[in-house]
């Protein structure tokens, strides 16, 4: 049985380590909150533009005329992961790596080695030690999300289609489904799959476009649907991360406290066998005294 001094220096360290899990909970469940109110807020933003598009598509005469859609020859692909910058929050970073893998297990059955774009530190550390190809990694912009900068990123990546450097674009992350739990996502970013039209033409729907259908479908429907398609990506992530912080410190402050119970439960014991022991010693030695 351990001492009592090495007991007492154990349970303060676990005491120590449980005030650590216990801010870390408090930080992730606050922050978990605020990117909650700005999902709730964008929500409905990107579901009126993904139906906005579907009304324009269907009031289009004829075939859209815009390289978003163009599905070419797969001959070069890119796989955008998005992972968190730091650790402590359970399996949500290896999870995600994993979705990438059989993502690239997929694409390399076709004969296509893809590019990974990295975004966050934990996937450009695990993909550049594995081998893959890392092409670019942007660890800022997981860590304060905002529109100006995923615009940007989903812009970067619009070019990178557009030019021909890539024929599909792929988005693999975590989702928020709840603080205990969350989904694994792998969708095509692009190109974009193309509505089914409804058969109605633009007399139909008696719309006015101002300037004209083809600049609103090209500069306000795939453009800022994109960015905030993409925005929604980081967002949710983030989202995911800090719920599985938040769960996993909380498991961790948990544990911490099963541990002091049982440490401070063993110290009652040692302690209680030091006492007997030293009365036992005292009877002894008083025994001893009195047959002299």
């Not at 351990?2 to 899990?21: E, G, P």
Request: net charge positive; aromatic share 8%; hydrophobic share 40%.
């Amino acid at each position: 049985m351990q001492n009592l001094k090495d007991i007492r220096k154990r349970i303060a360290s676990v005491k120590s380590t449980k005030q650590i899990t216990q801010a870390m909970k408090m930080v992730a469940a606050a922050k978990l909150r605020k990117v909650q109110n700005r999902i709730v807020q964008l929500r409905p933003y990107t579901y009126k533009l993904k139906s906005l598009m579907e009304v324009i598509v269907a009031s289009a005469a004829g075939d859209l005329e815009n390289p978003l859609f163009e599905k070419r020859e797969l001959k070069k692909a890119l796989i955008v992961v998005i992972s968190a910058n730091r650790g402590l929050c359970g399996a949500f970073n290896m999870n995600v790596m994993k979705k990438a893998e059989q993502a690239i297990e997929t694409y390399r059955k076709q004969g296509i080695e893809p590019d990974i774009y990295a975004i966050g530190k934990r996937a450009a550390s695990y993909f550049r030690h594995y081998g893959y190809n890392v092409v670019k990694e942007n660890p800022s912009a997981i860590e304060k999300v905002s529109f100006e900068q995923s615009k940007a990123l989903a812009q970067e990546l619009i070019d990178m289609f557009v030019s021909g450097q890539y024929d599909r674009i792929d988005v693999v992350s975590n989702s928020f489904k709840t603080p205990g739990s969350q989904l694994l996502v792998h969708e095509q970013f692009l190109p974009i799959k193309k509505p089914q039209s409804t058969g109605l033409g633009a007399e139909d729907m008696n719309f006015i476009y101002e300037p004209d259908l083809q600049t609103i479908i090209d500069r306000l429907v795939f453009g800022y649907m994109l960015y905030a398609e993409f925005f929604f990506f980081l967002l949710d992530s983030y989202a995911a991360e800090q719920g599985a912080r938040m769960t996993a410190m909380s498991k961790a402050t948990d544990n911490a406290e099963e541990m002091i119970s049982q440490l401070t439960l063993e110290y009652n014991k040692a302690r209680q066998a030091a006492i007997t022991k030293e009365i036992i010693e005292i009877v002894s030695g008083a025994e001893a005294l009195k047959n002299k």
